[in-house]
């Protein structure tokens, strides 16, 4: 336990690279799922589905409190004591281990957890933006989950949320919340210029083009974390730009480390190279603002009007 301690003391920006790293995070991605639709359930529609997405907290990631008639519920996954808590503002609380076990198991024990605290809740049992079919409450599948490389990947979002909030502070224009995409397993910060976008064509296995269309309204420059996937199967920062501008993908970006992915129409950024950089932060900061530089200089954005002015006053 001793060394387990020294080790994130130690490590800010923990390697991913390491334990059952890709199971875990599949097994996370449909457990978040489940959690994700309970809020999507539960609380009043906002713009671009910002309703919908979790929050890094200092144990892992929460739903934000949720309207249950006059209470609230809030449904966390701890990485630290590795359980699912939920808690009702009358003080009830019910909780689950994050552990080995079948699709359908976890959720037949969630529902029994909200049932405890006399919450009632129905959701879309089917998975979403995956190419596969998978029922959330009948697959059987095994989701193995390894606690360390669970932990790990929470000290990374910690990180990565830290800095992405420290840069959707200096914009002065519309911008999402720092937040969690359950649907795509990422982190995520956008910009938006003010100006309408063309209509999403959609095709994002089992979502509906409404809701692409909703998210993508109007023009964006987004940027994120995730832990990869089969398409780049490493973790990695990435950046987009919707409609994507012409010659974005030729821009030139920072730092070095960073590259075109056209396959995915994004800039990637691989995780290990940041961490193994002298400043981890500058490097994703600097990531951060040259994709968005090129999304906005050849999207011709009106610069002057959304970005904050970074002079020596500012407090």
């Known amino acids: 336990m001793g060394s387990q301690s020294d080790e994130r003391d130690r490590d800010p920006w923990p390697r991913l690279d390491v334990g059952g790293g ?44 949720l309207p249950v008639g006059d209470r609230v519920l809030d449904v ?42 006399g919450v009632s809740v129905t959701i879309n049992p089917l998975a979403v933006e995956m190419v596969d079919l998978v029922r959330l409450d009948q697959d059987v599948r095994l989701c193995r989950y390894d606690p360390d490389w669970a932990n790990r990947y929470f000290r990374a979002l910690i990180q990565a949320d830290r800095v992405f909030k420290e840069f959707r502070g200096r914009f002065v224009g519309k911008a999402s919340p720092v937040h969690f ?41 987004s940027a994120g974390f995730w832990p990869g996937d089969a398409r780049f199967p490493e973790a990695a920062f990435y950046a987009y730009a919707y409609p994507t501008p012409p010659g974005f993908g030729e821009a030139a970006v920072r730092p070095a480390a960073a590259r075109y992915d056209p396959a995915l129409g994004e800039f990637l950024l691989p995780y290990a190279a940041v961490r193994g950089a002298p400043d981890p932060s500058a490097e994703v900061l600097a990531f951060l603002q040259s994709t968005y530089e090129a999304a906005a200089d050849l999207g011709k954005w009106d610069r002057a009007r959304l970005e904050r002015d970074e002079g020596p006053n500012r407090p």
């Not at 713009?47 to 739903?63: D, E, I, K, P, Y």
């Not at 995409?181 to 982190?187: M, P």
């Open 181 to 221: 995409f359950w649907g795509g397993f990422d982190l995520a910060v956008t910009r938006f210029s003010g100006r309408p976008a063309p209509l999403h064509p959609g095709g994002i296995p089992h979502v509906a083009d409404r809701v692409m269309q909703e998210a993508y309204s109007q023009e964006v420059s």
């Open 76 to 117: 966390e996954l701890d990485f630290i004591d590795h359980r699912l808590v939920a808690r009702t503002s009358d003080g009830a609380v019910a909780s689950m281990s994050l552990c080995d076990q079948a699709l359908s198991g976890f959720h037949a024990e969630y529902m029994r957890c909200l049932a405890k605290l």
């Open 22 to 65: 890709a199971e875990t995070s599949q097994s996370l991605l449909l457990w978040a799922q489940i959690v994700g639709k309970t809020r999507l359930a539960l609380s009043p529609m906002v713009n671009h589905w910002w309703q919908v997405s979790l929050r890094v907290t200092a144990r892992g990631l929460t739903t934000t409190p």
